[in-house]
DNA sequence: TGCTTTCGCTACGGGTCGTAGCGTAACTGG
DNA sequence: CCAGTTACGCTACGACCCGTAGCGAAAGCA
């Protein structure tokens, strides 16, 4: 398995003040930050997810297997959500939207490669228990939402435009209105494919990807 | 708040032996158990969900609340999982399918319905983090689906047979066909409105409700 | 009146979290 | 080259929670 790229925001706490003082670019006065224990802590973070699992992951743990003093894991990040957060962001930069020639097979392409995502031990294991954090920490959620499920929404706009140039479908006539079809398609598609993987427990078919993407083209498909 | 009536199965440990011995009822010998308890700690369990949250859910707590001594928690449940699924089974049984002559309003019935639970705090805070643990323990994940997400598939079955006999869809075919349709259907439903309400955050108008049942109603309403 | 099981209580071992203190290593500016 | 600043590894710690064990007492049955 090829070693996840770095997330793009690898530090979680800011150096020094809070107060911003002096020049823009803090020049670091310091030792820096070794920038391997970074890369070595996420990685040491999914694969001890991939292996115990959420219940099993500990700070103990990761520090251990990144070859590196607990201390060092809350100099980075405040707690062990953030650190998760940081950890499976990177996983979800993998999917694409491919311009495959119609709406139809791109959905489908789309909806494979994020069953493919979720059928990993490390997103399974992290996914939900993060979510459920979230639900009870209003700052742990907007972090998710950023790191996470907002930037993947692109997918869908992409898919869209692509669409709306081959004629599939109509151009927008109002944006608003447009961002809450993304939203709608976007929480269809995710919560769907969460649901039928992590809590029904049944595996994502290709007969079962033509059935959903039925669903989803609605009135498309009557014609 | 109405008490929730006590789930269908209070007791998760079998009294005795596991080996089933004598007559099939056992009669009880000992000191029956207080029934006042069961239902005092589910009161409890749930209570203290909605204030503390899951990570703030301890069995010391729930004891405590129940006045109950934290050995009786363990002498009807194994673990912390399995008292909450039975705590939260019972919520979902509220849920209804009305029959409103017509699928369309009766979709949106069962949506507002389920959103509505979702908003509340004891639900919000158990669900995610028991479908979390789910998926690392195959055992409570069958639990899960046992207690809670397999009885509501009843509401999809129901909304169709209904919607069948007034001619807005075709009869079934094929068994195994329509299953797997109730199942799509019903991941559609739980898993959006989950997402939507648990992870993006944001409400459930009716508005939404509205766009949403369009899309599932698909085809129907190219008409 | 015995027998059986539950009940409340107290205490315990094992584990985790997140923090503090220390001496040392790395890097910068004078 | 040397002081100043920051990160690092290590160890130890208090607080908390889990799940279990042992005890005497209570509540039903035969």
Redo the contacts with the bound molecule.
């Keep these: 398995m090829p070693a996840a790229q770095p997330s793009a925001s690898p530090d979680c706490t800011v150096?020094?003040s809070t107060v911003q003082e002096g020049a823009s670019a803090s020049?670091?006065?310091?030792?820096?930050?070794?920038a391997a224990?970074d890369l070595a802590i996420l990685d040491a973070t999914r694969e001890t997810l991939a292996e115990l699992g959420w219940g099993?992951?500990?700070?103990?743990?990761v520090a251990t297997r990144a070859?590196?003093?607990?201390?060092?894991l809350?100099?980075?990040w405040?707690?062990?959500n953030e650190l998760v957060v940081d950890a499976v962001a990177s996983l979800f930069d993998e999917l694409v939207m491919p311009d495959l020639g119609s709406l139809r097979s791109d959905i489908q392409a789309v909806v494979t490669q994020f069953a493919d995502l979720l059928a990993r031990p490390e997103t399974q294991a992290a996914l939900l228990a993060l979510f459920a954090e979230g639900t009870r920490d209003p700052q742990l959620r907007r972090r998710i939402r950023e790191a996470i499920v907002d930037p993947q929404k692109r997918l869908v706009r992409q898919g869209r435009a692509a669409a709306q140039a081959r004629g599939e479908l109509e151009p927008d006539t109002d944006a608003e209105s447009a961002r809450e079809e993304v939203d709608i398609i976007f929480d269809t598609i995710a919560g769907t494919v969460e649901h039928r993987v992590l809590v029904s427990g049944e595996p994502i078919t290709a007969e079962w990807t033509s059935r959903f993407t039925d669903l989803l083209l609605g009135p498309l498909t009557a014609a």
């Design positions: 150096r020094g020049r670091a006065k310091g030792r820096p930050r070794s224990a099993g992951l500990t700070m103990g743990h070859k590196v003093a607990k201390t060092t809350y100099r980075r405040p707690s062990k």
